[in-house]
């Protein structure tokens, strides 16, 4: 596990290429904010975090696959990953910060089709420009 990055995954670059592409402007892995969100838009007040479907166990999505063997262990770990996602979502509503999650699947999805990509950039700069909450896409 030890050779699983936290940061400039694949899923990651290519959605802030997208973003930064249609003007949005970001920071990076801001520390301050709580959960360490992937891009940080202060002008917006946003932070969008890229979950990988395995790890933060997107619903019903294939990617979401529980490993075969140490099953124990992966259940704890999942388990812990998403009581720490749900604790980052109260922390982040309490201090008034609109969240943003977006799905490695939704982003493989985007990549195969230029179509389903605009439709999801244009729902997450409807997001980014309205005063929504939480928004996953």
């Known amino acids: 596990m030890s050779h699983i990055r936290g940061m400039d995954t694949h899923p990651e670059v290519v959605f ?5 592409a249609d003007g949005f402007r970001y920071s990076l892995g801001n520390k301050i904010i709580p959960g ?14 890229i979950h990988g479907c395995f790890w933060h166990r997107h619903n ?7 490993p075969k063997t140490r099953v124990d262990f992966w259940n704890d770990k999942f388990k812990k990953n998403v009581s720490r ?14 969240m943003l999650v977006v799905w490695e ?3 493989k999805k985007m990549e195969r089709s230029a179509e389903y990509r605009e439709g999801v950039l244009y729902e997450t700069e ?10 996953e896409v």
């Open 16 to 20: 802030r290429k997208w973003l930064f």
């Open 36 to 49: 360490h969100p992937d891009l940080w838009m202060s002008k917006y007040n946003v932070a969008i975090f």
């Open 60 to 66: 019903e999505c294939k990617y979401a696959y529980t």
């Open 85 to 98: 996602d749900k604790n980052v979502r109260m922390e982040l509503k309490n201090r008034g910060i609109r």
């Open 105 to 107: 699947c939704t982003i």
């Open 126 to 135: 409807r997001f980014i420009k309205d005063t929504l909450e939480y928004k």
